[in-house]
């Protein structure tokens, strides 16, 4: 009877050590978390400016990134040196769904998937600018940079702030909002002082993706590169009737003039810093006012008032002695003909001693009868 229960209990025994030795199923291993990628603006956004902080960064590496525009197709791109961060190269368009694709993996060989779109607002109105300036022009030291917008622009700052000016010496400037003209907002650019001769002059009008205010927005980039020529100089004393030039800091012409009759002041010659805008070798004058048409030969215009320097020979006795003029410095025909060879855009004319001064009324070109703190505070900025 013991042996039979020793085996008994043996048996038992053998079975439990069993049980104990044989344990539960373990769980399967979670599976490596994937590589973090992060993509901006946010999946689904809409309405997004096309220059928004655009970009896909991860804390891997980027084993490929795109970003596809519909319509227009692939955008190109910059990735960073150590792979992790992908930038657009420009703004995008307006009116398009962007989607991400690509990879990024890590050392370990975990990989993501760049996913998500979004889509760019749709202007209801975009406004076009015009630089004044092009590449590769020579302008003289009175030049001003002018934008002319084909609208009012509500929302100045914004557009001031993507406004870059840059030049090859050091340059003291402003940007300052004119009034309304042609349809639309302008604004104009000066140095403090007349330019320095053989300054470069870099433009960058980074309009498209701007707000504008009011619903519209910037319609496209802008830029051009300049020199400012040489700097010449008209000195107009309307007392002296006499006009000289002056050639970086040299007198090259001291002539006999007439000027505007002071006496009426629809005709005086304005006192004041001109600027050189166009240059015709044939111009036809015409006047209601004072009845006359008349074809004027090597006409420079300094003012959109109807002041040119020009040749005149009808007032050829007057010149040197009197002022006769309807408002233009009349000079004799080769006088006038060395003049235009020498004129170019952006000289300044500067006419002293008349009864009237030169305003934002005489034209486009006002900018230097501004007085410098005046000038600044038209800035929106």
Known sequence: MGRVLGGVLGALLLVVLAACGSGAPSAPAAPPPPVRVDVAPAANATDVAPRAGVAATTEGTFTDVTLTASPGGPVAGTLSPDRKRWTPAGPLAYGATYTWGGTATAPDGRSSPVTGSFTTVAPAE??????????????????????????????????????????????????????????????????????????????????????????????????????????????????????????????????????????????????????????????????????????????????????????NPASAGAQGSSNVTHGCINLSEAD????????????????????????????????????WTEWQGMSAL
């Open 126 to 311: 975009t406004v076009r600018a015009t630089l004044n300036i092009g590449d590769g022009r020579e302008v003289g030291v009175g030049a001003p940079i002018t934008l002319q917008f084909s609208a009012p622009v509500e929302d100045k700052a914004a557009v001031e702030r993507a406004l870059q000016v840059r030049t090859s010496v050091p340059t003291e400037g402003s940007w300052a909002w004119l009034p309304d003209q042609d349809g639309g907002s302008r604004v104009h650019w000066r140095p403090k002082e007349y330019w320095r001769s053989g300054t470069q002059v870099d433009v960058r009008a980074d309009l498209l993706g701007v707000p504008f205010g009011g619903g519209a927005w910037g319609r496209e980039d802008l830029t051009t590169s300049f020199r400012i020529g040489r700097a010449q100089i008209v000195r107009a004393d309307v007392n002296s009737f006499r006009m000289v030039v002056e050639r970086d800091g040299r007198q090259v012409m001291d002539v006999p003039a007439s000027y505007g009759l002071d006496s009426d002041p629809n005709r005086t010659t304005r006192s004041g810093i001109h600027v050189v805008s166009e240059k015709f070798t044939n111009k036809r004058m015409t006047s209601a006012q004072y009845g006359y048409d008349l074809v004027e030969r090597w006409a420079v215009r300094i003012s959109n008032n109807g002041e040119f320097i020009h040749a």
């Open 336 to 371: 006038a003909k060395a003049y235009y060879d020498s004129a170019m855009y952006g000289d300044p004319v500067e006419v002293t001693g008349s009864g009237v001064d030169y305003s934002e009324r005489d034209g486009d070109i006002y900018d230097w009868a501004i007085p």
